[in-house]
Nanobody, 125 residues
């Protein structure tokens, strides 16, 4: 059974940093893309970041470029989202996702098969 488990969320102030982690079990995703999505209250889910199978290619949402970065440890089957200079508009539930079909850093939700339960990130002003 494949599971993705996120951790690292919390309540922070604007300008602070957080590092989200996601550990996958039940399948080795080291040849597949992984990504982070978020859903803010009252808004649609949006893709935040994706990383390709090898870890040397990333794709970021425009509004987080320069503040967020995504990385992965293929040996540990883990993916990370480093979030710096957080803003209140970054408040959302953040979800980790893993693809079975894509190797490039895709941000299309339909390319992802497995999803975590989410971790809450709240940024106060």
């Amino acid at each position: 059974q494949v599971q993705l488990v996120e951790s690292g969320g919390g309540l922070v102030q604007a300008g602070d940093s957080l590092r989200l982690s996601c550990v996958a079990s039940g399948h080795a995703f080291n040849m597949n893309a992984m990504g982070w999505f978020r859903r803010a209250p009252g808004k649609e889910r949006e893709s935040v970041a994706a990383i390709n199978w090898s870890g040397d290619g990333t794709n970021l949402l425009d509004s987080v470029k320069g503040r967020f970065s995504i990385s992965r440890d293929r040996a540990k089957n883990e993916v990370y989202l480093q979030m710096n200079s957080l803003k209140p508009e970054d408040t959302a539930v953040y979800y980790c996702a893993a693809s079975l079909t894509s190797s490039p850093a895709t941000r299309q939700p339909y390319d992802y098969t497995y999803w975590g339960q989410g971790t809450q990130v709240t940024v106060s002003s």
